[in-house]
């Protein structure tokens, strides 16, 4: 009973008690509501009933909840059994309210029913031709067996029925082949051919398949009727229709026939051949005579079911497509806009009578009168035709119908295609005498063909008419009309012109017609010259600023170089591009030429134009963009000297050092051989090695530095005592700063070592100085120490000084780099105590223990636990050679800026303050420290107390320390 599904609805405990707690407390507000005006016992009787009432309501509650702990179960499992009992039975009555409908219908079933086709068949013809092929090879009879099995077909049988097929066959080409190719007196079968469309399909199997291609196909064999005023009796018996089946068809498919109408329709053509009635019909009185029609007859009893069914499938689709019309959309919304085409049922004097329809489209033409399609039928003839008009055209032309699928929309857009390629045949025309660009007419255009995007004629998949314009071997643009009003569209400009040029072209020839082609290819041809002079010159090598237009200011209207005002076509800059020299083009019949010179703030701001000279290139009428770009490479190879002088001097007037220019003026002087010289002094180079603390410096020591601007054969720097050559690039003006600042930084560095503001003679400090190379300074330090300084514009700790040497580790290498760049001489000379000071300490430390720089001057000894990192001691040195020790938790060193309480390292333990005791998991460690530093600071050290340790005992200590800790 457990497995049942739960389908019974549940209560919660908490709704019945939340229930009633509701109930208690709106029957309290409505009491304290009514109070009011009552007398005291009345009141305090009301209020004892609401106080009995709600003590019922819980204890019933309570009882409930105890009862559910040992009940709930039972009732829930109750519950669903009978939900799942009463879902069975309705069940069952859905069941036997199924079968009663079926035994009905199985009484219905049994009843007999009469196959009057079949009947008719076999009393014309003495077979049953509807007999299904499975029964007919299956059943009793003449071709089964006696237990109804299939029965083989003997050889004399399968011979007789060859030969019969074979005679049929030599009768029938002689009829329907050679007696139409050679002509026969006697058999009239060829006195009227019915079509040029109607041809034989095939002879095969003692039958012909005749009819017209996509509209119906007969199958005739022989043995039917003779017609009665026969000349001669035909061999073999007339023409017999056994099937005709209908190859037209509509767009969802093919026109169908069931087998009662292909029966009814193949009767009435047999009939019509041999000039007798159908069966089952009477003559009229006073009617002539019928006459055998032959294959005529055939041909339009077949066109007329076509026709039939053809134009039945036009007027529904005319129905949709008005439907479509008025609402404005549909399937496909954006192509027929509310009331772009008008359908009308045209209908004949006979009421009932259809003649065609006639569809209009173009409704508001240019051309006066709109288009308009008209599809006729003619039953006489059995032909569907249809025409277009043109706008303001007199003459029709004729459509095309495809049977095979009867699609009035296909129609109404063929009828459009006529009259858009009649449109623009006439403008191609007027077109032809325009010489800067070549018309051509293209009938058919795809989408991809004439570039259309996203569809803006509305044609679709459709082929459509449209005029290609040539402006260059390789470029076109196509003029097509738009499919629902007729009015000019434009095409394959966009890759061309930007897009909102695009949209207001297409606007002006919509509004303005073909008049306003020529003014929009002169337009479209000046942005095909701009777009191929710039991919000229980004094939060049040089690229073009990628918009004139956004330099500062309104330069172009102001200058003498385009008196309308106009942006360059292209604006080249001269590299090295940060020199903001720029060599601009204006495109048109004579090329013009700028030298544009401009600045900028910074290298997120937009260039400024400071001034615009025209430059004489030389350029001849009617110049290519090839000859431009040449012109314009040879304009920046002759420029590059301007702007490497003004690339080098924005760099310097960033980094505020003063310069001087030097130019050759001198008349006779060889421009091109000449050099021009940008000199000038690092007054301080130790403010160039300096951190950013700014210490000052005693000595100023200076640089000089001249640079020769080359062109295109790149710089030559005369750095101090270095000399350094540079070829021709974008970032040659970087790479001479570069070199300067590392040449400053070591020099500066140096100087700020040997004469110092605080007095401290590094050579009888120990500490060697001498320099390497032109970029880095070498030290030694007591003959254990070896290492070099050098600038570095990138690295961990960012630009600045580095030390590196073969034997610092990652720390000694990140202390020295860190005190080179603190600007102070005697923190740099306690770094190196403390320096030596870490190679001693750590060579006995094992894996748990960490030996760190605090700070460059101060060591710490930091040991890995379950709890964290935590200091056993802290080491920092003095610039006379003394050290101040700490045990346990401390200040990371002592000097001006710190004290003891500091902690710069942000180590925790669980003692965020000063303890007796010592910290959990250190004291075996610093009993240790104290212990062995004992005999040297004359006292024994407890937790975070301080010692001063003389310059002739730090050996001892270090050696005491080593020795404590391993």
Known sequence: METLPRRAATTTIGDLVERACARARDELTALCDAAPGRGEAERASELARWAHRARQRLARVQTLERWAVKSAKIASVAANARAMLTAHEETFARASDGLFHLH????????????????????????????????????????????????????????????????????????????????????????????EKFKVFSIASGKAAVGVAGEYR??????????????????????????????????????????AEERKLADIACASMVGMLPFGKQPEEGAPPLKPMHLTGLHRIASDAVLMKSANAIVVQAGRLKEIAERGGGDDESRWSRNAIKVEIVKGEAAGVLKGLKVTFWRKSDGGAPGALDVSFNPEKAELLATAKAPGDE?????????????????????????????????????????????????????????????????????????????????????????SDGKLMLHGANDLVPSATEAELSKRLALEGHSAISSIVEEVSVAVEQQELKGLLRASGASAHPAPSTMGGDPWAKSDVCPTGTVPTALVPVMPSDGGVFIATWMGATPTFALVRANRINQATRYVVDSIEKLDLGARKGAKPEIVVKLIEEACREKVVDAQRLALMRALKNLRLPFMDVRPTSKGVDLKKAEHVLSFVVANTARWARSKFKRAVRTKSSLKVHVSLRGTDGLSARIGNETCTYEHSEFAVNAVLADVRRIAAAQGFLSALEENDSAIDFSKFGCTLKRQDAYTVALSFKESLMFTIQWRHGGELGPGLYADGDQLTDSVRRALSVAARDGRCEIFACALHAVVAFSALAENLSGDFNLTFAEPNALSLVKFTDEGAMRIYSLGFRLDGSASLIIGRGGDAISDSQSADDDEMHITDDHESLLPACPTGLTVHIEGVASAVEPVVGSKLAHGDYASVPSASVQQVLSALSSAVK
């Open 395 to 483: 003459d029709a032309d004729d459509v095309f119908i495809n049977h095979e699928c009867i699609d009035l929309e296909a129609l109404v857009v063929n009828a459009i295609r006529i009259a858009s390629s009649k449109k623009l045949n006439a403008i191609a025309e007027e077109l032809a005498s325009e010489k800067s660009f070549k018309t051509i007419m293209e009938e058919s255009s795809t989408t991809d063909e004439c570039a259309c995007r996203d569809d803006e004629d509305k044609w679709g998949d459709d082929v459509r008419p449209s005029i290609r314009l040539e402006i260059s071997r390789f470029t076109s643009i196509f003029i097509t009309c738009r499919i």
């Open 218 to 259: 007969a199958t005739l064999t022989l043995g039917g009727p003779v017609a009665p005023d026969a000349i001669e009796q035909p061999r073999y018996g007339g023409w017999r229709v056994e099937s005709i089946e209908i190859l037209a068809g509509e767009t969802d498919g093919k026109f169908t026939l069931n087998k």
């Open 104 to 195: 009905q219908q199985l009484e219905w079933a049994r009843a007999p029913m009469w196959d009057l086709p079949g009947a008719l068949e076999v009393m014309c013809h003495g077979n049953y031709g509807f007999l299904p092929l499975m029964i007919g090879e299956d059943g009793s009879g003449p071709g089964g067996g006696e237990d109804g099995d299939a029965r083989e077909e003997t050889e004399d049988e399968r011979a007789a029925r060859e030969d019969v097929e074979t005679r049929f066959e030599e009768e029938i080409a002689e009829r329907l082949i050679r007696s139409k190719a050679h002509g026969c007196g006697v058999r009239d079968d060829h006195m009227e051919w019915p079509s």
